[in-house]
């Protein structure tokens, strides 16, 4: 009696999930079908015809994500000097830079914005996270994230790139980075990341496609006519994992009419050499550029990092460099002086180019740059949030630096005057 009593509620339940079933499968078609167009992410036109060749569909998808996200970037093309990728959707013609303030020893994250269109260079250390969120969610206002670059897979460049420091930002349309695999948690979670925001339609290339200009990614993309991001070749890229990470960062330059910066995450001598070797002929740059540095590898001179080579080829006027400021009574390994970055001899050599045009988010907290294009208009901190003592350890007021040059600060008096 049990038996048969079980049997019939097992046949009275497979008809119930049968009728469930078929009428949540007639409906669950049309139902799915909203939630892929709505994520803006996914092709509705190539996920329900059959016209999807590769290119079609990977441009399209960067159209469709921001036509259908009302406050994103609106795209007309597909990065080429006539076909550029974006129309400024604001009044606001100034190209911002912000280089987020690292709270551990090193790292690196680098924000540029036009409009509505941002890049995100690299994304700190995992500690740093939450701070990139912050810059995100104040900068990136859209939500959309028109391209991320991740310049070598150590773990003060990709750690922040996680599910805490990108979460505000709820579609990427292009992903740029190195390639290979990392043996670290840093990687995997970015990698995790990457994957996330490639299945919501994000369009991704390691830098050895993009350098292969073989149509899987540009080496160089149009912004607008008059901005454009270029991948620098170094000879130094590769698709396996590599004994020296620093070697292998994506160098680029990003062009504002004849405004004009240099980004090479920790790039060392060898590919700054080859850099110099391969653009030597072209008009990369233009004595009449203004040129801004980014300090590669946090301004050191480890692996001749920061070379006269690159130096006197680029001849910066401005320097920027991304690294903790570290409290000189700390008892840290990672002491107060050398090896304290930036080194000494990386400022020296930059300063020869640079003068007094120094600027280090350390001393300054989060810096932002302003450039109209012709020039460069401010250059500003936004006061550090770590503190810094003097030698008799009186706290140095955040405020009193946060627009000062390195060398009028507190730290340089201190650590490389005294
Ligand atoms: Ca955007
Ligand atoms: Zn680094």
Avoid at 216 to 228: A, D, H, Q
Wanted: proline fraction near 3%; hydrophobic fraction near 30%.
């Amino acid at each position: 009696m049990r038996y048969k009593r079980k049997v019939y509620a097992k046949i009275i339940w497979m008809i119930t999930a049968l009728i469930i079933v078929s009428v949540g499968g007639y409906f669950g078609v049309d139902y799915l079908w909203h939630i892929d167009s709505s994520s803006s992410s996914t092709n509705p036109e190539s996920s329900s015809s059959n016209d999807s060749s590769s290119s079609e569909s990977s441009s399209s998808s960067s159209e469709s994500s921001s036509s259908e996200s009302s406050s994103s970037s609106i795209y007309t093309g597909l990065g080429s000097q006539s076909n550029p990728l974006y129309i400024n959707d604001t009044s606001d013609d100034n190209l911002y830079l912000y280089s987020q303030e690292m709270v551990s020893e090193y790292g690196d994250s680098t924000l540029l914005k036009y409009g509505n269109f941002e890049i995100l260079i690299d994304g700190g250390q995992g500690n740093d996270a939450n701070n990139v969120h912050n810059m995100l969610e104040s900068k990136c206002t859209d939500g959309v994230l028109e391209m991320l670059i991740a310049t070598h897979g150590h773990s003060d460049h990709v750690g922040g790139l996680n599910s805490v420091g990108l979460s505000s930002i709820s579609d990427i349309n292009y992903i740029i980075d190195y390639g290979y695999v990392y043996s670290s948690s840093a990687h995997s979670n970015y990698a995790s990341r990457r994957a996330y925001y490639v299945n919501r339609g994000a369009e991704y290339h390691p830098i050895t496609d993009v350098m292969a200009n073989d149509g899987n990614g540009l080496p160089k993309y149009y912004i607008t006519s008059s901005l454009s991001i270029e991948f620098l070749e170094t000879e130094c890229y590769t698709s396996q994992t590599p004994d020296d990470p620093n070697e292998t960062s994506i160098a680029m330059l990003i062009s504002y009419n004849n405004v004009k910066y240099y980004i090479a995450g920790d790039l060392t001598g060898t590919p700054e050499q080859n850099i110099v070797n391969n653009y030597r002929d072209s008009n990369l740059v233009d004595d009449d550029d203004v040129v801004i540095y980014k300090a590669s590898h946090h301004g050191s001179t480890s692996n001749s990092s920061n070379s006269t080579r690159i130096l006197s080829f680029l001849d910066p006027d401005y320097c920027f460099i991304s690294a903790a400021i570290t409290d000189p009574n700390t008892s840290s390994s990672y002491t107060q002086w050398s090896p304290q970055h930036p080194y000494s001899n990386a400022v020296t050599f930059i300063r020869n180019y640079t003068g007094n045009n120094i600027f280090w988010n350390g001393t300054m907290g989060s810096i932002s740059i302003c450039s109209d294009g012709n020039t460069l208009t401010s250059i500003n901190g936004a006061g550090r949030t770590r503190n810094y003592y003097t030698g008799s350890g009186l706290l140095v007021d955040p405020a009193s630096e946060k627009d000062a040059n390195l060398f009028s600060t507190v730290w340089y008096q201190q650590s490389r005057l005294a």
